[in-house]
């Protein structure tokens, strides 16, 4: 049974950075692609950043040179850093499993705040 964990939310202020970490178990990590998404109050789910089994990268308009998604596949797992955030950020962030994604993490909530 694949697991997907979610770590490193929390409340930064404008400008600021997090790491989230996205922990696998169950499942053949490396031979996937993985991805974040994040939903804000209100909205719907959006696609944040994708990385696939031979590290081809992609991101979002809205966080390009913003964020970096890297894996470590002797963790099994996969990270977000977040540099120079603002409000528009603030939303539960969720690691994905395949494309499409298949297999969903429980999400961790990111609010940037002063």
């Known amino acids: 049974q694949v697991q997907l964990v979610e770590s490193g939310g929390g409340l930064v202020q404008p400008g600021g950075s997090l790491r989230l970490s996205c922990a696998a178990s169950?499942?053949?990590?490396?031979?996937?692609?993985m991805g974040w998404y994040r939903q804000a109050p209100g909205k719907q789910r959006e696609w944040v950043a994708t990385i696939t089994s031979i590290r081809k990268t992609n991101y979002a308009d809205s966080v390009k040179g913003r964020f970096t998604i890297s894996r470590d596949n002797a963790k099994n797992t996969v990270y977000l850093q977040m540099n120079s955030l603002n409000a528009e950020d603030t939303a539960v962030y969720y690691c994905s499993q395949g494309y499409p994604p298949r297999y969903w993490g429980q999400g961790t909530q990111v609010t940037v705040s002063s």
């Open positions: 169950g499942t053949i990590f490396s031979t996937y692609t």
